[in-house]
């Protein structure tokens, strides 16, 4: 062999050197990389993950991780939205946990047909869980707010309520309690929306075109058998027994969809409170007194002789007096659906979780009769220009 070919030899030789010492470094910046910004997973648009899954956008942040938009090159270019979780461990068991939900919901609804949404995969990406579900539009939060807070019309609250209280009864037929229900995690399938005229307020409002809801997020949904936390559920949306330290099941969910469908018809909050002392003052403002029976069982430091310890003259005396008042006095009307609705509200609402309605009884409730048959089988409610509530 000559000198020419021993040096171009050597050369190839540093050259390849050179590209796997490269290459080892990229991957050492890149993963040094994911692990930053305190566990997310760190991208851009236009990053394909698993030779698959090609970022378009963000679509959301949680303390769990990021949602994603996302073309699914082996759907045939679906568009889809992915879940990827926190590259920390106790995120990671969640997301295993909530895989192990969305599995038994697949299972047990081939079809769709129960309102919650579907997951179409997932994979571990560098220790980040992903999740790949089909693609919704905004929660029914989201659009409210988008919508200066105007209640929805009581047409469409009747659509959404029973699809709602579908889905959760669902669950607990299934031995399953989503235990974080608020409107963040009802989704529309699809959110375009008419302008309206409405002359009451003398101004426009939006009004979604398809009331059509998937119920998401179940990194916290419970089996039966499983360990119960003894805080669940959003602030806004716990129940009194979780407050109470009584123990919980599937009543409290009732209770939380009964806090969801208030702010569907008042644009509000009914408990806007971060304290639990305020919470229950709230609770005995809106509905009176709370049990004689719940409260011997709850913690005492609450309570005096079967009394809430609480001054009414207080800074927060006055603020729970002036943003609360008894359920019925909500009423933004006096025609009888509007009766049916709170009448069901308050079944919803009922303090002791064995009195509480199931949700099985609640969808054969009056408030729900006049829907049509396509509607109670989950087509969407289409608008109608509709302005009543």
């Known amino acids: 062999m000559g000198r020419t070919e021993l040096f171009s030899l050597y050369k190839a030789f ?3 050197l050179c590209i796997c010492v490269s290459k080892e470094t990229s991957e050492a910046e890149a993963n040094i990389k994911r692990k930053a910004e305190n566990g997310h997973l760190i991208y851009s648009r236009g ?11 963000s679509l959301g942040e949680g303390t769990f991780g990021k949602v994603v938009h996302c073309l699914d090159h082996d759907r045939g270019g679906r568009f889809v939205a992915l879940k990827i979780i926190k590259n920390l461990e106790k995120y990671r068991e969640a997301a295993k946990l909530e895989i192990n939900v969305l599995e038994k919901i697949i299972e047990r609804d081939p ?4 309102h919650c949404v579907q997951m179409l995969g997932w994979f ?9 579900f089909e693609l919704l539009s905004l929660s029914t939060f989201d659009f409210l707010k988008n919508n200066n807070f105007s209640p929805y019309p009581l047409s469409q609250i009747r659509h959404m309520a029973h699809q709602i209280c579908h889905a959760v009864n669902f669950l607990h037929d299934n ?13 529309f399938v699809d959110s375009q929306y008419s302008v309206i005229y409405n002359p009451e307020k003398k101004c426009n409002e939006k009004r979604v075109n398809d009331t059509t809801v998937r119920l998401v997020d179940f990194g916290s949904a419970t089996f039966d058998h499983e360990h119960h936390s003894s805080i669940i559920s959003t602030r806004h949306y716990r129940a009194p027994e979780v407050i109470l330290g009584l123990g919980w099941g599937h009543p409290c969910d009732v209770w939380s969809i009964g806090c969801i469908l208030f702010e569907y018809y008042a644009g509000y909050t009914l408990f806007q409170t971060h304290d639990n002392k305020e919470h229950l003052a709230m609770m ?8 004689q029976k719940m409260i011997r ?10 009394r809430l310890v609480w001054n009414e003259c207080s800074v927060a005396g006055r603020y729970v007096k002036s943003k609360c008042k008894p359920l019925q006095k909500y009423l933004s009307s006096q025609s009888s659906e509007h009766h049916q609705f709170f009448d069901l509200l308050r079944q919803l609402l009922e303090y002791e979780p064995s009195k509480r309605i199931t949700l099985s009884s609640a969808l054969s409730h009056p408030f729900f009769s006049s829907l049509s048959r396509s509607q109670r089988r989950s087509h ?4 109608s220009c509709d302005l009543s509530r």
């Open 175 to 187: 031995q399953l309690t989503h235990t974080d229900l608020k409107p963040e995690n009802i989704l």
């Open 14 to 16: 540093v050259d390849c």
């Open 124 to 132: 571990d990406y560098f220790g980040h869980m992903c999740i790949s």
């Open 284 to 291: 005995e403002r809106i509905h009176g007194p709370l049990p």
């Open 297 to 306: 069982r709850s913690r005492k430091q609450y309570f005096y002789r079967g």
């Open 111 to 114: 079809h769709n047909e129960h």
């Open 47 to 57: 990053d394909v993950l698993q030779d698959r899954y090609e970022i378009l956008n």
């Open 380 to 383: 969407g409610w289409r608008n």
